[in-house]
């Protein structure tokens, strides 16, 4: 399975999604072409209904577990229900190199 | 001192502390990068680390705030959030009255 599969896999069953969007990010940074390093999550669900942002976030780190020791960044838009019109997710930044240094 | 009472420390002493790769004037990462950036922009002072050059805090922190990625911005003690919900808090509006009540 790939990394992006396992993600979604894990995102669906925790959550029921309303609206989920995965997006490989990768080829914007400095890794080699067909990696699976960066992604973006655009997630809407009734769990996070009455949560703060952090918290819905941690909700995903925790319903992705492992999977985020070998990923290197996640770009990570969430939303209940009630709160989301539509895609409206900004543009995530372009590489700095960071990876190089560390 | 051991990482994670360095890490209390630096959260309770300091009112606003970004967790970042790089410096702000320096980032190595887009999105600490874009993370200082809106914070610089709501004018007040802030610590930062910059976790490359300290590899325990780098190891230790996402543990102790159960948050595995950086930057990682606290204010008064309390995890705000990583690059994604600081930029949405600055493009509502909600950042720079966080940031301006907790450092009053």
Same mark, same amino acid.
């Given at each position: 399975?790939?990394?992006?599969?396992?993600?979604?896999?894990?995102?669906?069953?925790?959550?029921? $999604?309303?609206?989920?969007?995965?997006?490989?990010?990768?080829?914007?940074?400095?890794? $080699?072409?067909?990696?699976?390093?960066?992604?973006?999550?655009?997630?809407?669900?009734?769990?996070?209904?009455?949560?703060?942002?952090?918290?819905?976030?941690?909700?995903?780190?925790?319903?992705?577990?492992?999977?985020?020791?070998?990923?290197?960044?996640?770009?990570?838009?969430?939303?209940?229900?009630?709160?989301?019109?539509?895609?409206?997710? $900004?543009?995530?930044?372009?590489?700095?190199?960071?990876?190089?240094?560390? | 001192?051991?990482?994670?009472?360095?890490?209390?420390?630096?959260?309770? #002493?300091?009112?606003?502390?970004?967790?970042?790769?790089?410096?702000?004037?320096?980032?190595?990462?887009?999105?600490?990068?874009?993370?200082?950036?809106?914070?610089?922009?709501?004018?007040?002072?802030?610590?930062?680390?910059?976790?490359?050059?300290?590899?325990?805090?780098?190891?230790?922190?996402?543990?102790?705030?159960?948050?595995?990625?950086?930057?990682?911005?606290?204010?008064?003690? #309390?995890?705000?959030?990583?690059?994604?919900?600081?930029?949405?808090?600055?493009?509502?509006? #909600?950042?720079?009255?966080?940031?301006? #009540?907790?450092?009053?």
């Amino acid at each position: 399975m790939s990394q992006q599969q396992a993600i979604e896999a894990a995102l669906r069953e925790a959550f029921n $999604p309303v609206f989920l969007s995965i997006e490989n990010e990768s080829h914007m940074h400095n890794v $080699p072409a067909g990696s699976e390093s960066h992604f973006k999550v655009q997630l809407v669900a009734e769990a996070f209904s009455g949560k703060r942002l952090v918290q819905q976030h941690q909700l995903v780190y925790g319903a992705l577990g492992e999977i985020m020791q070998q990923i290197h960044a996640l770009a990570l838009h969430t939303w209940a229900p009630d709160q989301w019109q539509g895609d409206q997710a $900004p543009a995530s930044p372009q590489c700095l190199g960071g990876s190089k240094v560390g | 001192m051991d990482t994670i009472e360095t890490i209390k420390q630096q959260i309770s #002493e300091n009112t606003i502390i970004l967790y970042m790769k790089g410096s702000p004037n320096a980032p190595q990462c887009g999105f600490s990068q874009r993370a200082s950036q809106a914070i610089m922009a709501c004018g007040q002072r802030f610590a930062y680390v910059d976790i490359l050059s300290n590899p325990e805090i780098r190891s230790e922190l996402p543990k102790y705030a159960n948050w595995p990625t950086f930057p990682q911005l606290w204010v008064k003690g #309390e995890l705000i959030g990583g690059c994604d919900i600081i930029t949405e808090m600055h493009t509502k509006g #909600e950042l720079k009255p966080l940031l301006d #009540e907790a450092s009053s």
